[in-house]
């Protein structure tokens, strides 16, 4: 055991363990289940991280584009997936490109795409095509993907596309429980995804879900090591969200400190990363977001970029998903001590 954590029995000793780079199974279990005044100094704690690395205190602002809603994937707690039945949708590339305008216009520079997982070569060409036409209008636009799992192949033709950085959460570092929530998946195959993202030249990013059935506070611990082992650039938290019809759908959501106590953590452990505070957060608790970026995140995602009547069809999650707004956000980054 290291000499930090021995006999550590209160909060103060844990946490002097925490900045010591003690990152012990044993005191990262202690840290996950503070709340109350703990928690506050732990949040305490995150921010320093964060703000002696990210000095000028300004979040990371994207828009997000839900490209399509079709997934071959079939996450058990998910809306959409190969099992569902519901209108699909891929926005062509006139529309598209009217949207990254608005985008561009309105000022921002990071545009995330997102969809559901589908490996067809036609959709991810056509992401390819979508991605090459950004980079050849709006050279300054940074191009973040998050559509799933791909073959080394479709990996390498959408970052020759232009593509900057790539989102693949594992979710969760438990096996066992990786194929109980998406049976149609492996552990290791999404393993292997995420060092092909990386040996191909995206900045990748990766991380877990809080509150999934049958995960236990030793499964989140392990999440925060294999994050830190795997020493990427971005990292995620997100509570977990058991969306209306689907099979999990009458599971609990994810406990909301806890998942905030994991991003306070995850800052800690690997502070000069970029973290969302995510709409889950928002989902799962009051003011959820705001607490996220006083729990040490510094990135959010302005829901802008998907036409109203679209949105509707991109339940992920749930169908009454938080979309927060660029209002929302100036609110909560300033009221945090932050800048946008
Ligand atoms: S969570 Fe993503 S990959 Fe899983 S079923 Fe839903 S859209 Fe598909």
Known sequence: MPIAMKNATTADEVLAALRAGDFSHEALRAALLMRGGEQEKLFELARECRDRCFPDKRVEVRSVIEI????????????????????HYIIQLPAFMKLVEHI??????????????????????????????????????????????????????????????????????????????????????????????????????????????????????????????????????????????????????????TALNTMALLRIMNPHTLMPTTSALEKVGHDGQYRGLMAGANTVTIHDGTPEDLKQLFPIYSVSRVRPTQEHFEEIVHRAGLKM
């Open 68 to 87: 399509s809603n079709i997934c071959r994937q079939g996450c058990r707690y998910c809306n959409m997936g190969r099992k569902r039945d519901y209108e």
């Open 104 to 257: 561009y216009r309105s000022g921002r520079r990071v545009l995330l795409l997102q969809s559901g997982e589908n490996s067809a070569q036609s959709f991810v060409e056509h992401v390819a095509l979508c991605v090459e036409e950004v980079k050849k209008r709006y050279p300054d636009m940074l191009v973040i993907l998050c559509l799933g799992n791909l073959s080394r192949t479709q990996y390498h033709r959408l970052r020759q596309a232009g593509g900057d950085r790539y989102i693949l959460k594992f979710e969760t570092s438990n096996p066992e429980l990786y194929s109980h929530i998406k049976p149609f998946d492996k552990l290791d195959r999404r393993l292997t995804c995420l060092q092909w993202i990386t040996e191909e030249g995206f900045t990748a990013s990766t991380g877990n879900i809080v509150g999934l059935p049958g995960q236990t506070l030793d499964d989140i611990v392990e999440d925060l090591l294999l994050i830190k082992k795997l020493k990427l650039s971005m990292m995620s938290c997100s509570p977990f969200i058991p969306a209306e019809n689907s099979e999990f759908g009458d599971q609990p959501m994810g406990d909301l400190d």
